[in-house]
């Protein structure tokens, strides 16, 4: 759809997404970094999944808001968000939690870390207000979303997933009626309500909202103003948007972006170092459930200039040898074999050892006669010579962050924790 000069709705919007949060169910992963900053896939940070989707929808104007230690997070924007060129009508504004309402309170919930950038959006003249979550893994159409808001004069249009009602009680929920009105949104509900004429299946929210701009400060101003406030979208601004304007629903099947291979509409949220784990594994298969190579709809990452990964090593039981795994720039695999694994930039394999089912974050070093199954490697990591982990759980979760699916999370404290034990 296009407005009334032509131009499509995604150049008169701006995406604005939330990225301040910890993450904490990802445990020591996020003690240095925002759930947001954390590696996915090979090569790119999840917050690249939100951004890419903006820029692939035509969105030109963005703002990413930051608070828990951002500093990893807003230097890879830096490094790979810089291409925006203000003479074409493109922004990219970071915007970390810096006090500027007043000098007592940073962020102070999702509405508040708008709320205290108004100015900042004003200066841009957005039409319409694309509110993004930056810390799920998912390929959407934002003009799909944007084109539902304005032929159905919502005052705020929420993309949400089909779920079953089982496992809906995690999210916020919606209640409609036949044409997707939001008649409840109930924040994790024990019996969440069914979409209708779908008895066993429930609307649950992906933290994605579109607003009229002008509508949507209005509602962040009434908000701050408000004391018992706790200053949340999903808790304060949507329901009362429900109870007294008009909500609708907009179905993430109808805005999905599919390659011609992918048989499912692919939505995760990596918040748990099992669903982290498995979501990058998902890439290793055949046909993955994803496909990071579709050229139509690219996620955008920092490009890091650095030398073709590497197999050296052609002997019996010492050969240089990659299985079902995304390997990635600057590695080394010297006699080494990785299996159904991602190694991540610059990750160098000694000779003998071994990685299977591993996500092995960047410039990691696994010693010579390791053998790593099943594991999580935090970026920087020298694995010592001979290291066994995933094949004795009681003597793993001594030592490690063991997870109840048996993954295993290591990180540099570990291993020197582990070093002083001798």
């Given at each position: 759809m296009r407005d009334t000069i032509g131009q499509p709705l995604a150049r008169e919007a701006m995406a604005y997404v939330l990225a301040g949060g910890r993450g904490s169910r990802l445990n020591e992963l996020t003690d240095n970094r925002a759930k947001p900053a954390v590696y996915f896939g090979g090569k790119s940070r999840i917050i690249d999944f939100a951004l890419s989707n903006a820029i692939n929808s035509g969105i030109r104007r963005i703002g990413v808001a930051t608070q828990y230690k951002a500093h990893s997070?807003?230097?890879?924007?830096?490094?790979?968000?810089?291409?925006?060129?203000?003479?074409?009508?493109?922004?990219?504004?970071?915007?970390?939690?810096?006090q500027r309402i007043d000098e007592l309170h940073w962020y102070e919930g999702t509405a508040d870390a708008v709320f205290q950038n108004i100015d900042i959006i004003e200066a841009h003249a957005p039409r319409y207000m694309v509110i993004l979550a930056g810390d799920h893994i998912y390929k959407m159409d934002y003009e799909l979303m944007l084109r539902q808001h304005v032929q159905s004069g919502?005052?705020?249009?929420?993309?949400?997933?089909?779920?079953?009602?089982?496992?809906?009680?995690?999210?916020?929920?919606?209640?409609?009626?036949?044409?997707?009105?939001?008649?409840?949104?109930?924040?994790?509900?024990?019996?969440?309500?069914?979409?209708?004429?779908?008895?066993?299946?429930?609307?649950?929210?992906?933290?994605?909202?579109?607003?009229?701009?002008?509508?949507?400060?209005?509602?962040?101003?009434?908000?701050?103003a408000d004391?018992?406030?706790?200053?949340?979208?999903?808790?304060?601004?949507?329901?009362?948007i429900v109870a007294g304007g008009k909500a609708v629903a907009h179905r993430f099947t109808?805005?999905?972006?599919?390659?011609?291979?992918e048989i499912e509409e692919y939505w995760r949220d990596v918040g748990t170092l099992d669903a982290y784990f498995e979501a990058n594994l998902d890439l290793t298969d055949v046909v993955p459930k994803l496909n990071m190579y579709d050229r139509d709809w690219p996620i955008w990452t920092d490009q890091i200039v650095a030398a073709p990964a590497k197999f050296v090593h052609d002997e019996d039981g010492r050969r240089g040898m990659a299985i079902s795994s995304l390997i990635s720039n600057d590695c080394?695999?010297?006699?080494?074999?990785?299996?159904?694994?991602?190694?991540?930039?610059?990750?160098?394999?000694?000779?003998?050892?071994?990685?299977?089912?591993?996500?092995?974050?960047?410039?990691?070093?696994?010693?010579?006669?390791?053998?790593?199954?099943?594991?999580?490697?935090?970026?920087g990591v020298r694995i010592p010579e001979g290291l066994v982990v995933g094949e004795d759980p009681v003597l793993d979760a001594q030592r490690f962050r063991r997870t109840d699916?048996?993954?295993?999370?290591?990180?540099?404290?570990?291993?020197?924790?582990?070093?002083?034990?001798?």
């Open positions: 997070l807003i230097r890879h924007m830096q490094r790979a968000w810089n291409f925006m060129r203000p003479e074409r009508n493109e922004s990219f504004d970071i915007l970390p939690a810096s919502a005052d705020v249009t929420i993309g949400c997933l089909v779920v079953p009602r089982k496992e809906a009680s995690g999210f916020g929920v919606m209640a409609v009626d036949a044409r997707d009105v939001i008649t409840s949104f109930i924040e994790k509900p024990v019996d969440p309500p069914a979409i209708p004429g779908l008895p066993d299946m429930a609307l649950a929210s992906m933290g994605i909202y579109v607003f009229d701009t002008q509508y949507l400060f209005e509602r962040l101003r009434e908000d701050a004391p018992q406030s706790t200053r949340d979208f999903g808790k304060d601004i949507i329901p009362r109808d805005s999905c972006i599919r390659a011609a291979e080394i695999v010297s006699g080494a074999l990785a299996r159904r694994s991602l190694l991540f930039t610059g990750v160098k394999m000694g000779s003998f050892s071994s990685v299977n089912e591993g996500v092995i974050l960047p410039y990691c070093n696994i010693g010579r006669g390791a053998r790593l199954s099943r594991v999580i490697v935090d970026s699916n048996g993954v295993c999370l290591i990180t540099k404290h570990m291993i020197d924790q582990l070093s002083a034990k001798g």
